[in-house]
């Protein structure tokens, strides 16, 4: 069996508010998503790697980051699509994987996630059948329709979804399909796997695991930078 990750990067970063998309910005002095693949290039249980780009963008990000850094499992720069949805739609029809092999799909804009937890994520995903790293919740969280509060949801069931999300590629193929039957846009792989009323564990993550898609973000991933720097 094989692991395959793919990595959503075609986002146009609106929220940033940059002429430059949010997954090329500089931190510590590479793009953010060299940072991101970095995690799984260096991995010995990855064996391959798809990045899902903007169709204009893919010779670039093949030159600018996969061989200018030397990324050697990257085997493609895929044509993403206008939502993330489409863009693994087309990640999951190019990387031609075998039914058991476990996809791992994690957000290019995610650069601190652990990779000492990659191993965890596999194991889980091939044991239950589905995996979602995941922090729970700080704050109190309110359910608001029309601008008042409708309800209080009970903070300690809650938890806050990140990437990688990991499935064997049999189950995130039908979910996937499914989905486009039914016209069902979901706002993560999870939720289109949950759909066909399968086990998706949740798998305790790390806080500092931001998907950096505001200012604000950006400014909190460089002081982690920082920190990093300073740790002896």
Avoid at 110 to 138: M, N, Q
Avoid at 145 to 166: K, M, S, V, Y
Avoid at 170 to 178: D, G, K, R, T, W
Avoid at 215 to 229: K, M, S, T
Wanted: hydrophobic fraction near 45%.
């Amino acid at each position: 069996m094989s692991v395959i990750v793919l990595i959503p990067a075609a986002g146009q970063g609106r929220r940033m508010g940059t002429a430059v998309s949010k997954q090329y910005l500089s931190l510590a002095a590479r793009p953010i998503l060299a940072h991101t693949l970095a995690l799984f290039d260096s991995h010995p249980l990855i064996d391959a790697i798809y990045v899902l780009a903007p169709a204009a963008d893919c010779a670039d990000c093949q030159r600018d980051i996969v061989e200018r850094y030397g990324f050697a499992k990257v085997r493609a720069v895929v044509a993403g699509g206008a939502e993330r949805q489409q863009s693994v739609a087309n990640g999951l029809q190019a990387c031609a994987a075998a039914a058991d092999d476990i996809i791992l799909v994690h957000d290019g804009v995610r650069p601190f996630f652990p990779p000492e937890l990659i191993a965890e994520v596999i194991a889980t995903a091939r044991s239950v059948g589905g995996c979602v790293v995941g922090v729970p919740v700080k704050d109190t969280i309110k359910t608001v329709i029309d601008g008042r509060i409708a309800g209080t949801p009970q903070r300690n069931q809650l938890w806050q979804a990140q990437t990688p999300q990991a499935f064997p590629f049999a189950v995130l193929e039908q979910a996937y399909a499914q989905a486009q039957t039914d016209g069902f846009s979901g706002t993560d792989d999870a939720s289109l796997v949950e759909r066909l009323g399968l086990p998706v564990a949740m798998l305790a993550g790390d806080y500092r695991n931001i998907k950096i898609t505001t200012p604000e973000d950006l400014l909190l991933a460089r002081a982690f930078c920082c920190a990093d720097e300073a740790t002896p």
